[in-house]
């Protein structure tokens, strides 16, 4: 294969071999400790739908409305027991204020993405549970077309590569 570039000042041509990128291609390192170390992913991850972070616009959710989703994310352990958070921990995790927590969460819940339930221990009232099912209904229903443009993504680049061979 070879490309053409313009002659500085010119208008003649030189031809240079240009070597593929994958000869150079590296055995692929696909565990999440080849990336970001052993000694960061021994403190915990998270797994999260990458829809969501791609649907992130769609669903209407500013940076901090999706951290705070995140952050519940981080917190949800098991399917039957919503995370449970208080505003303050997630206030400071963020660097942000409590009211500020309480605000985002308000517009979460009015977007329908995110549910308070109140939860109660023995004396008094303890921390919000927080409802996910808004949040995965809608990435539900964005799914069809995500996947759609997808594999239109993926005729696209088989074209290409057809032509290229």
């Known amino acids: 294969m070879t490309k053409t570039t313009p002659e500085k000042n010119t208008?003649?041509?030189?031809?240079e071999k240009v070597v593929p990128l994958s000869m150079f291609a590296k055995k692929p390192r696909r565990k999440p400790a080849d990336k970001w170390t052993q000694q960061v992913m021994a403190l915990g991850f998270c797994t999260v739908p990458n829809l969501l972070l791609r649907a992130q616009g769609r669903l209407g959710l500013s940076a901090e409305q999706f951290n705070i989703v995140m952050q519940l994310a981080e917190m949800w352990w098991d399917a039957g027991d919503p995370p449970h958070p208080s505003k303050d921990?997630?206030?400071?995790?963020m660097g942000i204020t409590e009211r500020q927590v309480q605000r985002h969460l308000a517009s979460l819940e009015k977007k329908g993405l995110v549910k308070r339930v109140a939860r109660h221990g023995p004396k008094a009232q303890t921390s919000n549970g927080y409802l996910m099912a808004g949040l995965i209904q809608k990435l539900v229903a964005l799914e069809p077309e995500f996947r759609k443009e997808q594999e239109q993504r993926k005729l696209r680049r088989k074209k290409v590569e057809s032509k290229i061979a």
């Open 11 to 15: 208008a003649s041509t030189k031809t």
């Open 89 to 93: 921990l997630l206030a400071r995790r």
